[in-house]
């Protein structure tokens, strides 16, 4: 289906605001410890570089990538780990950063696949949680907005790929309505 960009759902000032309160959150959580930041490719990498700038603590970031099968507006279900972490996270303070929570499936994988390498603890920050499409349920730390089931795109989020590099976040609608 042919799609447009609609409106603004979240706009580049919202979340510069929110993303400096979830860094101010986890620099306080987090006093006197050095947080590994993972982010999960590729939805997250525009999150994961402001997220880590607005943490005032000595902190590091690496990235997995994972992919549903297929390609379109909506996950499949079936997760699978396509590049790993190039470092080890064991005795780490990890905390997972995620453009959008959605089923819940991914995130409930990483959870278990991250847990069984024993970090010293594991946390999930999330930009975006479309709490009303939950299928499995996960412990989401921080998060930056809940918003509606819509298709959003922009500041990291795509629709096959496209879309990534808008500063806002915006609805995507189809081209006819
Ligand atoms: C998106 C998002 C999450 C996942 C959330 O990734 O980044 O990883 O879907 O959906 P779920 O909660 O239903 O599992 P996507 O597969 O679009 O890949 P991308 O990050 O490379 O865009």
């Known amino acids: 289906m042919d799609r447009r960009l609609g409106r603004i759902l979240i706009s580049r000032d919202e979340i510069a605001a929110r993303v400096a309160e979830l860094g101010q959150a986890i620099s306080r959580d987090y006093a006197g410890r050095a947080p ?15 997220l880590m700038r607005a943490i005032a603590l000595p902190s590091a970031m690496d990235f997995m990538s994972v992919s549903s099968y297929g390609s379109g507006t909506r996950s499949s279900g079936v997760v699978r780990l396509t590049a790993d972490l190039s470092i080890s996270i064991e005795g780490r303070d990890v905390i997972i950063v995620e453009d959008v929570v959605d089923s819940g ?29 939950r299928e499995v349920d996960v412990d989401v730390d921080y998060v930056g907005f809940v918003i509606p089931d ?9 629709f096959d790929g496209w879309h990534r590099n808008l500063a806002d976040i915006a609805v995507l609608e189809p081209a006819t309505s």
Do not use: M, Q, W
Not at 36 to 50: R, S
Not at 108 to 132: E, F, G, I, Q, W
């Open 105 to 133: 499936r991914t995130i409930s994988y990483l959870r278990r696949n991250l847990a069984t390498r024993h970090p010293r603890s594991l946390a999930l920050c999330v930009l975006l949680d479309k709490t009303s499409r």
């Open 36 to 50: 590994l930041l993972v982010g999960v490719l590729k939805g997250a990498v525009v999150f994961t570089a402001d």
């Open 150 to 158: 819509e298709f959003v795109v922009g500041y990291g989020l795509d």
